[in-house]
């Protein structure tokens, strides 16, 4: 069933999910279309972000962000279209940023939402990504926390995912030497081949830790943690004197219930922080850097204009699949940053 | 045996501790004091800082320092007396702050020594302590890593230890509410009678966790860690968002020689630092803040003169004592800063 004009689409969120997420949390249904009032617009969605940080809305443990409320659509970032509008600031036809959810159509005050004009409607949908969040995500906590130096050696996990491709990228860009971290061979060539990373290990493989001590003969400056779990441990016996550690990320323990069983690792972790005098900070973007996003914006428009950052999407068509599309995610089977395709008439997408 | 004129006593590391050091570990042995060469000093031992990071050294793990030789001399920071000198800056009777260990007599070339002039030598003793490392491991830990500002909450472990007491008042001076823990009820009733904290909890207590939460109903801004172990696990919940956690020890963890079994509270604390966005990070002192000793000691030789901080000692005489001081200080057993007191016909002290 695609977007049509009489009916909006809606994945509800209908139970919470104990550990991963399966289809029966999520339910597809159809309400009207709803019709603006005076002030307000009515927003087609393009392209819907699907976001590791979504798995943890859906559970109701405190948090930084209220949970997605059961029985209610799910949220997220959009590409949007202007259908309708009764707001003096948009008309027909414009492109915003905003935060739609999981569904067709939504109603908007205007409050929260970014136009799109210029050379980033060549891709909109980059905008809630390499030009977004997740851009914005790997640009602040690389170069305020990380704070890389030339020749300085930075490791990056999930590397061809939407943060870590573009994370590494910028420290080439700073002339550091990078080493990725990524599942698969496929992935690990592409990091390599394609965003130019000096090397990049396969997390699959039982030699994790040998192999990122042999690409990182200096030790690690930088390690950019946004996936957790066995990464970290493979990482923290490498990481220098003076090390940066910015965190945004974990979703290597997003689906545990329990803390692991075993070893009680985290006074190793706390005796590695006094002993290197690292520094490990976590950050959540808009919360910390949303007075910055101009900056970063503008920086890296330019360097996507000079074609000096590779970006991959992993695109799924129809509002219908992203439930699975998500749970996928999760396990680590996108390639690229996942987004789905809600329209597939969109206008003016090159 | 005191200190004589004729031989130099001094403190061999036999064996390497595994756990806890025993008395085994250490053995005392005379020597004949040592004759300085021209542009040398002969130094004779007043006071002698014993601090848990020598329990560090006397490993052979890979740490920020050397560890200790089997077979020498432990090492350590001394006040004392200029006996004999060629050297053109010092004249016999000058004090000074040395690395001479754990000895009556040491040599030195001037190199590393700082002369006690001035109000100091009212307490030279502090001169380890208050107005030596451990008070500028507590000056800077706090201000410039915790940067607490005024109404914020502050938890300080080793409440009325040489690091606790001292960054305990410094946050009272900045406004902040000060919360300690300590263990035993004494030392307790110390921090907040003599100290000014606002309250302290006893360590030893089951209900830690429950008493630490009543008593920082606002939560934890800055928690400045020399203490690791269980204070940590109960720290942590509290902790609020953009909180600091400055980590300059983790005596609860010097004597472990294994991961403790369980659970893996790592997770936990990684999580927590990207939900609440946290800062931890480590220091060592003389590496990190070197160049700024001088702004340490004017403030706090200020603050001293204005009596406005508290300053306890726990001295011990006699070297031969300072292993059984030493294996007891891992233990908490001590009331203050631990200082051998070497020399006990000292000139000059008040």
């Known amino acids: ?41 009515l927003l087609r969605t ?82 809630l990504s390499l030009l977004g969040m997740t851009g914005f995500t790997a640009y602040m906590g690389l170069l305020d926390i990380g704070n890389p130096q030339p020749g300085e050696t930075v490791v990056v996990a999930a590397a061809t995912g939407a943060v870590g491709s573009v994370v590494g990228q910028i420290a080439k860009l700073k002339g550091c030497r990078v080493v990725g971290i990524a599942g698969g061979e496929e992935k690990c060539r592409y990091a390599m081949e394609k965003l130019g990373f000096d090397h990049c290990v396969d997390h699959r493989r039982d030699d994790l830790a040998q192999q990122l001590k042999q690409h990182c003969p200096d030790g690690i400056d930088v390690y950019f943690e946004n996936v957790g779990g066995k990464v970290f441990n493979a990482v923290l016996p490498l990481m220098n004197s003076k090390g940066r550690i910015p965190l945004c990320g974990l979703i290597a323990d997003y689906n545990s219930t329990d803390l692991p069983q075993g070893q009680d690792h985290l006074p190793l972790f706390q005796g590695a922080i006094l002993r290197k005098r690292l520094r490990v900070q976590g950050f959540i973007i808009n919360q910390d850097y949303g007075d910055r996003f101009e900056e970063f914006f503008r920086q890296m428009s330019q360097w996507v204009a000079e074609d000096r950052l590779v970006f991959r999407e992993h695109m799924v068509d129809e509002l219908e699949n992203a439930p699975e599309a998500f749970i996928g995610m999760l396990e680590g089977k996108n390639f690229g940053k996942l987004v789905i395709r809600v329209a597939m008439d969109q206008p003016g997408e090159q």
Chains 1, 2 share one sequence.
């Open 46 to 127: 393009v392209y819907l972000s699907l976001d590791p940080y979504m798995r943890g809305r859906m559970s109701d443990a405190p948090s930084y962000v209220e949970p997605f409320a059961v029985g209610d659509v799910l949220g997220g970032g959009t590409v949007a279209i202007v259908e309708q509008s009764q707001h003096p600031d948009y008309q027909q036809g414009d492109w915003v940023v905003s935060q739609s959810g999981w569904q067709d159509y939504a109603l908007s005050d205007g409050r929260g939402l970014f136009k799109l004009q210029g050379p980033v409607l060549k891709h909109p949908s980059w905008a």
């Open 1 to 41: 069933m695609s977007q049509q004009k009489e009916h909006n689409r809606r994945v509800i969120l209908v139970s919470r999910p104990h550990g991963a997420p399966t289809s029966a949390n999520f339910r597809l249904d159809t309400q009207p279309v709803p019709t603006p009032g005076e002030g307000e617009l």
